[in-house]
RNA sequence: GAGCCGCUAGCUCAGCUGGUAGAGCACCGCCCUUUUAAGGCGGGCGUCCUGGGUUCGAAUCCCAGGCGGCUCACCA
């Protein structure tokens, strides 16, 4: 990307001439003692005369964000990786004949500079700089410093830039590895153990969804990018795994919007031997230990929204939320009927929906689930939407499976895993025939899998938690763009 | 995939019913030893997203396309 630019040529100038005089305005490393943070947190405080008779010399490398020159004296503010600026001051009188280097910088290069700290006539805690070092020199103009870069593309194409000069962004990301940091120190706490299952599957399978295909040269084989890692991590509980948890990425090749990026963050867990009751709770304490280590409380905002994760959190059966809708089960479980009552509550039914698909699951989406602001289970869902978890024993058209939903949004799925391999086999074909009446989304028959099964496999509890949503929620971040530090974008030009 | 909105200097934006490109910041030059968006004086900087069309003349109007945002659809 060589661009003509005049800004550029005259910061291309300013190097040659650094070269010229001797100078290296690329280090191969700079030794910073401090950090901006922890010189401001530990000298802030003190006043001028107390600083002095302390005489701390002092270390520090960042990016120039701002330089006030006055022929003799120059101003400068870095920042560094604690996400923190301090002030630096270069006089003449100190640095004597090295003082013009300083006409060779520019807001964007990166610098090391040592000296002694003082105070300001203002009060700020600045760096009397003695010796310095460009230690990256910068030929690209960055955003002015008052309004900062907002242009929403800029800031997802150049993450770099909107990183360097928009300090919430980097908040937000630190709150994502605050969040993923809990929930593996919340389940290695427990015993479960960190695997990885493969992300190139032949058959993609452990969700409803549309995967990537990609060919394997050596193998001539084609392959899927993961859809879930489900059926994979199921296979390790018939290995003998009683706790085990993955996070990683999930691909669907489906629409982007601001709650869906193409590859996401999953994380799927399984205990062996416990159901989807014990998962409820289990939720509660997981995501309120992820929302206390990040945010700090469990009453925060959601933009218009006061969100109170305190448990424990409210429970409805799918057709009991139904009910309250005024739809009855009876009526919901009529194709015809349902369909018909929908027009007449004006919900918005696809035309295109495939036959096999229930109406039930369209009026749920559109009804009950905007209205789930405060965390919501969501129980017993009809065992035709969930092709992998185990019947209720008491009534065998539903299974045992809850939802977690937030602010009208899905954060959460689980259910008390189906571990018998007739059964499995039976679903499998009932997708399949779904599949033949035009749903694109059922499930493929996987063989292996159903192997697995039939050497047993443990009752369990298994639950799959949408990352990236959890970190908006905790963010309070409104598109997935904000929490996805490079989103998928078409490319440029 | 559909609808609406946007795209002008490095950044943030103005530019009316068409008359030939502007501001602030940033940048360059000079002055300035305590500034905090430093200040003063002077200066430079454009593929007006791209390609067509209408017109004597297009950043502006029309058509097509690109990229982005929002809403909807699909989904987590």
């Given at each position: 990307?060589?661009?003509?630019?005049?800004?550029?040529?005259?910061?291309?100038?300013?190097?040659?001439?650094?070269?010229?005089?001797?100078?290296?305005?690329?280090?191969?490393?700079?030794?910073?003692?401090?950090?901006?943070?922890?010189?401001?947190d530990k000298y802030n405080e003190l006043d001028h005369d107390a600083l002095e008779s302390l005489n701390r010399s002092s270390s520090v490398a960042g990016r120039i964000l701002a330089m006030r020159n006055f022929g003799k004296l120059a101003f400068v503010h870095i920042s560094d990786a604690s996400d923190e600026k301090i002030q630096l001051c270069f006089a003449r009188d100190i640095l004597q004949d090295r003082f013009p280097i300083i006409k060779k910088f520019d807001v964007g290069d990166i610098v090391g500079v040592s000296g002694r700290l003082?105070?300001?006539?203002?009060?700020?805690?600045?760096?009397?700089?003695?010796?310095?070092?460009?230690?990256?020199?910068?030929?690209?103009?960055?955003?002015?410093?008052?309004?900062?870069?907002?242009?929403?593309?800029?800031?997802?194409?150049?993450?770099?830039?909107?990183?360097?000069?928009?300090?919430?962004?980097?908040?937000?990301?630190?709150?994502?590895?605050?969040?993923?940091?809990?929930?593996?120190?919340?389940?290695?706490?427990?015993?479960?153990?960190?695997?990885?299952?493969?992300?190139?599957?032949?058959?993609?399978?452990?969700?409803?969804?549309?995967?990537?295909?990609?060919?394997?040269?050596?193998?001539?084989?084609?392959?899927?990018?993961?859809?879930a890692p489900e059926l994979y991590l199921k296979r390790l509980l018939v290995g003998g795994y009683d706790k085990i948890f993955e996070i990683n990425k999930n691909f669907r090749n489906e629409g982007i919007s601001t709650k869906h990026n193409p590859e996401f963050t999953m994380i799927e867990f399984y205990i062996a031997y416990k159901n989807y009751q014990y998962l409820m709770g289990f939720t509660e304490e997981l995501i309120c230990e992820a929302a206390m280590r990040s945010v700090g409380t469990l009453k925060f905002k959601y933009g218009e929204y006061d969100i109170d994760l305190t448990p424990p959190w409210q429970r409805l059966t799918f057709f009991g939320a139904l009910e309250e809708k005024g739809l009855p089960e009876a009526v919901a479980r009529d194709p015809e009927k349902s369909v018909q009552w929908a027009r007449q509550n004006g919900i918005n039914i696809p035309k295109d929906l495939p036959k096999?698909?229930?109406?039930?699951?369209?009026?749920?989406?559109?009804?009950?689930?905007?209205?789930?602001?405060?965390p919501t289970f969501i129980t017993d869902y009809p065992v035709e939407i969930s092709p992998l978890a185990k019947r209720k024993k008491d009534n065998p058209a539903l299974v045992d499976r809850f939802e977690l939903f937030v602010v009208g949004r899905e954060l959460a799925n689980a259910f008390t895993e189906l571990n018998d391999p007739l059964d499995q086999r039976e679903r499998f074909m009932q997708q399949a025939e779904a599949r033949r009446q035009g749903d694109e989304e059922a499930q493929s028959m996987d063989e292996d899998f159903l192997r697995a099964l039939e050497y047993g496999m443990p009752p369990a509890a298994g639950e799959g938690i949408g990352i990236d949503r959890l970190v908006m929620l905790l963010t309070d971040s409104h598109s997935i763009r904000d929490v996805i530090l490079f989103p998928q974008l078409k490319t440029e030009q």
């Open positions: 990307m060589e661009e003509i630019n005049e800004l550029i040529e005259q910061r291309k100038k300013k190097l040659a001439d650094l070269r010229a005089s001797g100078i290296d305005p690329y280090y191969e490393s700079f030794q910073a003692a401090d950090y901006a943070r922890a010189l401001l003082f105070k300001t006539k203002t009060g700020e805690l600045t760096v009397e700089v003695q010796d310095f070092k460009i230690v990256s020199k910068s030929l690209r103009p960055l955003p002015e410093k008052w309004h900062g870069l907002t242009d929403v593309e800029t800031r997802y194409r150049q993450r770099y830039v909107d990183l360097i000069v928009n300090p919430a962004v980097k908040k937000t990301f630190a709150m994502r590895s605050k969040i993923l940091k809990a929930i593996r120190d919340f389940l290695e706490l427990r015993g479960f153990i960190e695997v990885e299952t493969p992300m190139m599957h032949p058959i993609a399978g452990g969700a409803a969804a549309k995967p990537f295909k990609t060919f394997h040269n050596a193998l001539e084989l084609d392959l899927y990018l993961r859809i096999g698909k229930p109406i039930f699951d369209e009026i749920f989406s559109e009804l009950v689930e905007p209205e789930l602001i405060q």
